[in-house]
């Protein structure tokens, strides 16, 4: 934290900013300029609250020079951190393809999907057995039902399962089913989830908040892995901003970031990002080619009858289509 | 819901999507244009889901032309809804006042702050027992002993009591001390919670999600009356966007919008909106000045010292400066 | 600025980082920190920029502390600035009312709506004479044959003028006609055009780019007043967010910022923020009630028959009942 | 152009809108539902301005059907535009590479970076002679001298060249000099600057405005190719968001949107969407991945020293590196 005085600030300021900072038990460095002087904070050990210092009297800004997260961080943990699964791993060399349909309809519908993507080189069965939904009066997904079909889907297939868990309590639900627990977009900041989340014996992806920055993104990382859970896998599924030619805005910028501030796997969810099937292949490519780890995408067998986000669901072909190409760019899936 | 036809859409395809409206027993309505041909869908209870069309063939778009809230909606129900409290309510010609610290502290942090809002002009006293923070390492809250200090606070100072619910199970422990359920901001689309709070019997102050569409938050509030309670108070406390000078964007554009949309209160919050101190009371008064049925203004007495958001509390003096100058402008308070 | 280094950063790098800066003929102050070293740069007196140090080995950030703009600074020039006319000033006490129609469209047209602004309280006639549209097909202005219209109508009615430039050499055209020289939002950043606003001899309004941070503005204002003229007035006028309820956010946020900042005054535009004339004069009351100098408002007597923008023009009793409205909160017109 | 009236409309309200359509030659066609009337208006011969009926007793909304553009819209004109250098095309099925310095600061520097971005497979020459600078205190450009330096680099490396032109009539000096006309992306609502580029007999590339939907950007080309100038290259080069991590958030999901909507070709910046080296190659390969035809990319030969935008600039090696990963993945250089 440097706290930058105005530069008209008087002596008696520049002291009472001193003060304060060593009655926290904290070492004030002041840096005299030309201008003004600044005053940096040494020896806190965690993050200092600019709430501190903004309203004492002389003083122009605080500005942090650390950032908050700690576990989350590469400066802590050098190393990638790879998470494995029988024959695979999230976070290492290979690309891994996580598809399925946004909600669980029926087992028919479950295996028919499963049975495509498998055979297209898909690793993970994705499905929503508890969805959270705009409207009070739209479809909610099965609930345990649901996840009972999940579990066929993987004892069936020889697929891995990820389903959300919208609640804490739920989460104790999901994580009896599934491989992945899933924390979705509005959930990104439900500390009472994240906490829950952390306490699960199964490794969690964690979706960035549509509003999230990515420090906010990583602190809410950081909520999972202070409980004791380090497989948390990020997933970047777009930001709100003012366009109007997609659902959300799929941010790559973040990719190089994370992957420079943080060892956990990251990957894309081109689907939730564009909310278009006419531009799911095209940013599942562009998700690939800017180093993420793995994708999620959401297949329907029928997405003109899907009871939920149908116009975002590629076709089996499609998915099939998509993995060829990307095979072709030299992915290893 | 209007299901405009590319140019080149053949008949097939036109009748395909006719079959599809009817086949959900609504009815088509063809518009055959110079350009292009639209189909209107008629007699639908329920907003209709675009995702059905989006991906049939010759189909450039899908427009919503009905709103999906109703029980919200002031076309449902065109008087204003008032929120009776003893001596005054929310939502009629005064403007309430809601004040205090972010979070309860002490007893006589509490006491002090109630003492001076309630002599300026307070109705309603807000402090945060359970607390939402962005760091896992940050203070969380004095909890249930919180609650038994606002309790304290309406005994002795005759202030009603708000406080967040940030939990559906916390919201069980909540309801028995408020006067209002707070939902915050990040759990503006938590559902279970929505609708916990939708089966209490105390009145719910809804925040604006940073990151909401006025759809997507008249829709929240939809959730909390679906399950049966009417008592909901809107609140905008800033969106996030672009800038860097204040924490948020306050949003008054959509002060007017709601009213004219619903008919619930609405009131505004500028101390998180802005996250600074020299920003709130001009917000304040902007606030007032749009038509905001009331204010929820952070107020204490150290914020030096205070343990969460300390630079975006008015001083006690700087709370009664306001008071004096809102009743100045003629706001009946 | 401060230059961050990686905690990692070796000796060399840091001596790097030295040497880069006294290259400059500035000084270094290194920071020893527990965790790591920053770099204090000082002597500088232009702002540094970062660029120079972000590619550097064991560079982590490089945070700028100073703010770039210097002429428009309140740190350079302590009092409010007031730019003044004939019996009143702008930046004073009073509130000044600029209204009028979005484009000259006749005489007739132009003298009935002045006659009704000027007799409700505008001191200032504004309409366009060269129009930045969006489409290349839509009305464009009349351009010259506009201007001498708007000179009729200070000559009749005693009211000063303010229409757009919107390029430099129109504004040799503008200048000649009008008392104050309007920017308009999409040149916010048009640097001849505001080199050569910088050389007129008459005030500049700028309106601030609806993409523009504050600091953005006020480099904006920056180069007109770098090329000597310091009559500039600020206009906050609506950014650009995702919410889709009005055209833009009016930013009242930025008010009490840049009267902090920077000595010019700055007035609001509801009309455009808005695009819709039931949100106009509920924003215009916000606006006076943050603290802005003057209100730019839209008015048309046949908002229905506009060439351009008539969905945000009030009627003239509508801007009637506005300034009735102002008065009574305490206002001086 | 749908105009839907309230609810409560009454038969007069209806017939109102009616005769206004009737006013202006268009046909009306209204579309009684169940709950409120929706009226069509055909035969209109370009897009209506909603303004017309906002304003009227009983609207509800008036909601576009219609795109506003037409000779950019790929309905016009089905074929995709290439546009024919010698030896190559942009729009085509070879990923054409821009490489060069933000600004052109000598001739040595010029000649050392073009030798380098040419052997690794670049087929022009980026580099700025006159440059937007946001401070009126930062470096300008070489002007004239730097278009000459250009000139130079075509004679010498066989490059084709682009560069900036910031005003209308610096076009008449840049389109002497290069074979691509850069308009920046602050200047993309420059009409004037768009008129005088239409009139030009050279390709013209058009930055997207930071700010602007593809609505607007493509509105921009429309300016451009109605002055006959069919020859326009569309650049996605990062919008404005809230995030911190990037200068700005390259938006990819606008490729597939713009190849479906335009027949232009688009050519992705990395360099000015991230701000950032370390982010230039991901994104890049992203770009490259989404579908662009063509990318745009910052090289300096010593980053440290230039004279803007140090920091975005890949070194020479860099590109080479990336270029050989561009074909790697298949694309065709």
């Given at each position: 934290m440097l706290i930058v005085m105005r530069k008209d600030a008087s002596n008696e300021e520049i002291d009472a900013v001193i003060k304060k900072i060593e009655s926290f038990g904290w070492q004030a460095k002041p840096i005299p300029g030309g201008e003004r002087t600044a005053i940096g904070i040494l020896r806190n050990t965690q993050p200092v609250d600019p709430a501190i210092f903004l309203g004492?009297?002389?003083?122009?800004d605080a500005i942090s020079v650390?950032?908050?997260?700690?576990?989350?961080s590469r400066e802590m943990h050098p190393e990638d951190t790879h998470i494995p699964f029988e024959g695979f791993e999230i976070g290492g060399e290979k690309l891994i393809l996580m598809a399925g349909?946004?909600?669980?309809?029926?087992e028919s519908q479950a295996f028919s999907i499963a049975e495509s993507v498998k055979e297209a080189g898909a690793k993970i069965f994705r499905a929503g057995a508890f969805k959270p939904r705009?409207?009070?009066?739209s479809f909610q997904g099965l609930g345990e039902k649901g996840l009972e079909i999940l579990a066929k889907v993987r004892e069936k297939f020889g697929l891995f399962i990820i389903s959300e868990a919208t609640d804490h309590d739920i989460c104790d639900l999901v994580e009896q089913y599934v491989d992945i627990i899933q924390i979705g977009t509005r959930n990104m900041q439900n500390y009472r989830l994240l906490r829950r989340a952390g306490q699960a014996k199964k490794p969690v992806l964690l979706k960035r908040g549509m509003w999230a920055t990515v420090d906010e993104f990583l602190m809410a990382a950081e909520y999972i892995m202070s409980?004791?859970?380090?497989?948390v896998i990020l997933c970047e599924r777009g930001i709100r901003t003012?366009?109007?030619?997609?659902?959300?805005?799929?941010?790559?910028?973040?990719v190089p970031y994370i992957k420079q501030e943080s060892h956990l796997p990251i990957v894309i969810d081109p689907s939730h990002a564009s909310g278009r099937r006419d531009q799911v292949i095209p940013l599942a490519k562009a998700g690939a080619a800017v180093g993420a780890h793995g994708l999620l995408i959401e297949v329907h067998n029928q997405p003109e009858k899907?009871?939920?986000?149908?116009?975002?669901s590629l076709l089996p072909e499609q998915f099939k289509e998509l993995v060829k190409q990307l095979k072709e760019m030299g992915f290893k899936i």
């Open positions: 004492m009297p002389g003083v122009r650390s950032k908050p997260y700690k576990l989350v349909p946004c909600a669980v309809e029926s705009t409207s009070p009066y409980e004791g859970n380090s497989q003012f366009t109007t030619h997609s659902r959300n805005t799929l941010d790559l910028n973040a899907a009871m939920s986000d149908g116009p975002q």
